[in-house]
Each structure stands twice: as C-alpha cells, then as structure tokens.
C-alpha cells in the first residue's frame, strides 16, 4: 500500500466505527511503503489518530470519527508537533527513529535515559553474542528483521518505556529463533505477528495472544504511587521487571504456534481450531490421532505426555498436582493453557542446557505448581522437538499468504 492508498483507507473510517474496523485499517497503513519524511509524517499522524480513536472506544459501542483535512498539511516532524496536543509526539509508533524534539525527549534526554534489556546487563541476558550489525533499538530493523508486522504502543508509555520493550523483545525473539532453529522471518510468521506493549491489556492478564489480529500484547508494569516509589527507590526501568508482561513471551509464543499452526497450516475441515483444541478441557487422548504424525498428532502426543502417565491409565504427577492447586478454576485445565505453559518450560530446559538466561523472554509468573518440572519437561524434549521442527518445516511465505487474506 503506498501513502495515497493509506489516506483513502483512513478517510473512508468518517463516521461511526467499531473497533475490529478500525484495527484492521490501522494494520493496513502500517504495512504501508513511505518514500520521504513527508510520507512518514502522514503515516505516523494516521497511525496516532487510530490509536486514539480505539483508546477512547466505549467497549462494545461505536465512535463517530470525523477527520480534517490536517493530513495533507504535514510536512516534517516539527509540523505534527505544533499539531498534536500536549506534545504527544513521542507517543506515535512505527518510527523507525525516536522523534526528535519532541518534549518527551527532551525530559529524558536530560534524565539519561536507560535500557535495562541490553546485552550488557547479564542479570536480566546470558548466552549468544549479539552481532554488531543487530539494532534492537530500531522499530524499522526490529520489524524488518524478524518480519513483524506492526508495533503498538500504548498510551501511558514513554520514551524510556518504550525503548526497553522494544529491545528486550528484539533480544528475546533473537534468542527464541536460535533455540527453535527458526529464520529471522519466521519468528514473525512472514509479517504476521504484531507486537503491542502496553496496549491492549484486559483484566488482571499480564500479557495475552489475540488469534483474530495475531497480536502478542505485554501489559505495562503497574502504576505505583509517588510515596511508594521514593520510599522504594526503584527507577522506572527496573519497575519494568516487577510487574507486567515483561517475562511472558515465551507463554504468548507458545500460543502464537499453537493457532497458526491449527488455523492455517493443519486446519480442521470444520473451520478454525488451534492444534491444541484451544480452550478445551477435555483429558481424552485421540490415539489415531496421534497416529497420523501430522501436527495435530504431534500436538495430541504432546498433551498426552502432560496430561497422562506414561502407562497412560491414570493421570501424571504434574496434572493430580495441578489438580490440588486449581481446584475448579477451568482456565489451568484448558489445553491450550497447558501447553502454552509446557512451551515455557521447554524454552526455560532449551536456556538452561546452553547456560542462557533471557527473563524477558521466560520467567515464571505463577507458583510452581502449574508448571510442569525441568525434569518433567526433559521427557517431553523430543515430542516438543518434533512439533517445532515440523511447524519450522511448513511455516513458509505461501501458508503465511493464506492467513493474511483471513486476518487482514
């Protein structure tokens, strides 16, 4: 989509307008190809606007958008600062650069700005040296890199917010394609997957997966009051490791395979389902289904592993243990629950056998008894093994084609 194309789809939203509408054009002048400073100034505009606009969407309800013709008067960078109120000029997303001059800058230029997730700091990375061409602290390379199709910031983010999100979610997925033998591209499934950080979060959720728009959102870490803050003397970055979704991606990948496998490359005749059955909490094992040695079978094997002994007549260690932890919260027993935890863990064994350490990518977030053990994990490696390295064999440019004439 070139500029011209991005402004009919974003003139066309004039008038009343639901969220799934607005989110589908937004990821449309995303993707779209500037050429100049000019053309990236009306992206970015559009861009902020449609953020604003599902920010201050009643849930379930409908906003009434009306947009001036104040897109084909900018220019530069200091043309949309004059525009936008309050200076929120930092707040817009998909720059390949941090905008200059803008007030948020200034105040953090002053304050030092710091990245916590560097491959410096080995209390929060150990492992793989980064090469020297690799940029984390790029949107642009960070997207073209790993083929990610958009990046969303949510509102309460600042500049310092952001740049540690970003790079710690660039050094966590450049570490996650080595361990699961992926291309670069293939961490963001040909420019499907989208990152949001802060953005879209809901409940008490730390980070969730949408399979409708593929989008992995981190939540931001909480709020804390001033007093509390001064009398814990904890900078802003390091909150960034005490709350949120900081730690989670490993969880959200996990779910991301488990969908596009089961939605586009394995699909059931009957319409979408994830390889795992998806939020089903059912303990019956389809052994012809495991069988067939299709991803699904694989998948089937996988839970079966988890769910069951290995005599197959009774329940596993890990599930009576997670029984007598859960009780009757069905959220632990859902399948694709399971084995989104289960992936985490495989991740944490695949870490610990090089001696890595990633906590943006994986760390614990609940009591351990939801988790299957390294020892568990480690009778379950070549099943896992086997899933990925057939889901790396079929996740390809053509299936990744397929999904984006359903999601987009």
């Avoid at 989509?1 to 307008?17: D, H, P, S, V």
């Avoid at 492992?127 to 910031?153: L, M, V």
């Avoid at 591209?185 to 980070?207: D, P």
């Avoid at 094992?285 to 495991?290: F, M």
Wanted: hydrophobic share 35%; aromatic share 12%.
């Amino acid at each position: 989509m070139n500029i011209e194309q991005a402004k009919q789809e974003f003139y066309r939203l004039e008038g009343k307008r639901g969220v799934r509408e607005i989110r589908a054009a937004l990821v449309k002048i995303k993707n779209t190809t500037v050429r100049n400073e000019s053309e990236k100034v009306k992206k970015d505009y559009m861009i902020f606007k449609l953020n604003l606009a599902i920010s201050a969407m009643p849930q379930g309800g409908l906003i009434n958008l009306a947009f001036s013709n104040q897109v084909e008067e900018l220019e530069t960078y200091q043309d949309l600062e004059r525009l936008l109120p309050n200076n929120q000029l930092g707040k817009l997303t998909d720059r390949g650069k941090t905008a200059p001059r803008g007030m948020i800058d200034r105040y953090w230029n002053k304050k030092d700005m710091k990245v916590l997730f560097n491959d410096q700091n080995t209390d929060i990375r150990k492992g793989q040296k980064i090469p020297s061409n690799f940029d984390p602290s790029s949107e642009r390379y960070f997207q073209d890199y790993f083929a990610i199709s958009g990046i969303e910031y949510g509102n309460w983010l600042n500049q310092l917010d952001r740049l540690n999100y970003l790079n710690g979610a660039a050094l966590a997925f450049f570490d996650l394609q080595t361990i699961l033998g992926f291309s670069s591209k293939q961490i963001g499934f040909h420019k499907i997957l989208s990152m949001a950080f802060g953005a879209r979060g809901s409940g008490k959720a730390l980070a969730h997966f949408e399979p409708s728009t593929f989008v992995i959102n981190l939540t931001r870490f909480k709020r804390e009051s001033a007093a509390r803050i001064k009398a814990s003397k904890v900078k802003r970055e390091e909150r960034l490791m005490r709350s949120g979704g900081v730690g989670s991606l490993a969880h959200e990948y996990g779910h991301a395979l488990d969908y596009f496998a089961g939605y586009y490359i394995d699909p059931m005749s009957n319409g979408k389902e994830a390889l795992t059955g998806g939020g089903s909490t059912s303990t019956n094992v389809n052994n012809s289904l495991i069988a067939k040695k299709n991803l699904r079978g694989l998948m089937e094997k996988i839970l079966k592993g988890i769910i069951w002994s290995s005599s197959g007549n009774e329940l596993s260690t890990y599930y009576i243990r997670l029984k007598a932890k859960a009780k009757a919260n069905d959220y632990w027993y859902r399948r694709n629950e399971i084995f989104a935890r289960a992936f985490e863990i495989y991740i944490l064994y695949k870490l610990k056998k090089r001696g890595w350490l990633n906590l943006y990518l994986q760390e614990l977030k609940y009591e351990n008894a939801y988790y299957l053990s390294l020892n568990e994990i480690a009778k379950l490696e070549k099943d896992f093994d086997t899933l990925i390295a057939a889901i790396r064999s079929k996740l390809t440019p053509n299936a990744a084609n397929k999904a984006r004439q359903i999601i987009h």
